[in-house]
């Protein structure tokens, strides 16, 4: 510890320098963090809007909803963890196309080559049995189509999200007017420290002549 014995309270230009700078750099890095939320926050609700044009995109067209599997997912992926509102509307219709996606059980019919237009008689098919049926489990492929009541619905809950991700961007930026503000303050107050400092010491050489 060191112990000032000149009884003096002086403050140099260097000390209050540092301590400004101390002061400003934790204010600088909370604006940094804030503005890279903010961002990233307008970015999370233009991929929401993409998805809204998609689903309504699809359900005038009426084709396979393929592409807008993969954008919800996708936008689950990249914003979920930092804005958890983005994966509660967005994960319960990932669920729901997944669901749909399924597969559909099908049951092909393996035909003896007597049943077979233009295959003689003897040329049967490996594992048919020579006759009769088999049949043959297989996998019918799906085409998922967005229905009106899909796209109200979805859309919906979108735009409710994408409403809540903007009042909460509204508050950030009256968090970054105020980090700014404070940045203001803590200049003000350093250049008058200084100048009190600089007039402190005129005084002091004034003494001393």
């Known amino acids: 510890m060191t112990i000032n014995t ?15 700078e101390l002061k400003t750099e934790n204010l600088y890095t909370k604006m ?24 309504d995109d699809l359900k005038a067209s009426g084709a396979d909803a393929h592409e807008l599997r993969q954008m919800v997912s996708d936008t689950i ?14 994960q319960p219709i990932a669920d ?5 996606y399924k597969p559909v059980p099908a049951t092909h019919q393996q035909t003896s080559s007597n049943n077979l ?5 003897g040329n049967v098919a490996p594992n048919s049995g020579g ?19 899909d796209a109200e619905r979805w859309t919906k809950q979108i735009s409710d999200n994408v409403d ?14 105020d980090f700014n503000a404070q940045l203001n303050r803590t200049k003000d107050m350093a250049s008058a420290l200084m100048a009190s400092a600089d007039k402190a010491a005129d005084n002091i050489v004034a003494h001393i002549s």
Request: aromatic fraction near 4%; charged fraction near 25%; hydrophobic fraction near 35%.
């Open 77 to 90: 992926a990249q914003y979920g963890e930092e804005f958890p509102e983005v994966g509660k509307v967005l």
């Open 164 to 177: 809540t991700l903007g009042k909460q961007d509204q508050l950030g930026m009256v968090h970054l007017q």
């Open 117 to 121: 237009p233009g295959v003689r008689s």
């Open 131 to 149: 006759s009769g049926t088999k049949p043959a489990p297989l996998t019918a492929p799906r085409t998922v189509k967005i229905s009106s009541e």
């Open 6 to 20: 000149s009884g003096s309270n002086y403050m140099s230009n260097a000390t209050i320098m540092e301590w400004m």
């Open 96 to 100: 729901e196309l997944s669901d749909r």
């Open 32 to 55: 940094r963090d804030a503005m890279d939320t903010s961002n990233n926050r307008v970015a999370a609700e233009d991929a929401l809007n993409d998805i809204k044009g998609k689903i």
